[in-house]
């Protein structure tokens, strides 16, 4: 029988602990929330950007605080930034995947978080709707995108056998996750999707994310959630923020109380992730002057597809 000696006994457990003490989890999580160009026919909108508050509200609703990502900073600025906050969400939206500020942004925050996790530095980042497109074109270096007939409308998720031991679903209760598959709760409202056609012939995608669910438009398959396999990545093609936090009157919206836990379960997950991460700001005055705080939202009135937005010069 192999005994291990005292020595090497006391050398693992201090080892052990060591690597326990450098990784309390952080109960002060703050999240970066990316914003993104306004679009043109907002007739609220001023300033370049904006963030829809669901997406404020939804991490704020699970323990985190958030501090806005403005588009057209430096690198240099948007790297201090990233070394200050806990993880990043990319939000739905629409703009340019290739060619805009915000993925000229979400390029920089994804490379650094990339390297960060390489080096033992957790950050988690989570992808909604276009955070989740955003995410497979930086993972593939291009745009494999295809048109589907997925605007406005609630589907049941089909979720594939990787689901029951994914990190995400894992730690959801047994009757929402029933709930998600058998009823139609997920809220989806794009006109494009990853197809698991394009994913499963693209080798860098494949490679790096795991499909936890697929839903379909009559025509193609495509991945309504996905999480990488070696990194703390997230990706949502459906929005869980809507059925708490947003109030358009149109198909494919749905406040169900599953819904609204659905949204709950998603948003502290992504909390907990960030949790793990140490990273903080330099001052509490500096954390203060970054946090949404400092700006108020617009209520839009009528039928807006965002009930308030957060606008930024
Ligand atoms: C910010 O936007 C201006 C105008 O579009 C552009 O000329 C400039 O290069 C941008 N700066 C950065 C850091 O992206
Ligand atoms: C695959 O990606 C190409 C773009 O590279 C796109 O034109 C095509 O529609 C996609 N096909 C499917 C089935 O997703
Ligand atoms: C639920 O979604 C499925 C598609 O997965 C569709 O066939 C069905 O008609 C939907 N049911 C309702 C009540 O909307």
Redesign the pocket.
Known sequence: MYRPTAALCALLSACLCAAERSQPLNARPVIGVLAQENLPEDRFARGSSYIAASYIKYLEGAGARVVPIRINRTEKEYAKTFYSINGLLLPGGDIDLQTSQFSRAAKIFYDLALKANDAGDYFPLWGTCQGLQQLSVLTAN??????TDTLAVALPLTLTPAAQSSRLFRSFPKDLLQSLTEENITSNFHSW???M??FSRNAKLKRFYKVLSTNNDGK?EFISTMEAYRYPFYAVQWHPEKSSFEWIDKPGMVHSTAAVRACFYTGSFFVSEAMKSQHHFSSPMEEEQALIYNFSPIFKRGRAIFVQNYYFD
């Open positions: 291009k745009d494999l995108l295809t048109l999707s990853l197809s056609q394009n193609k």
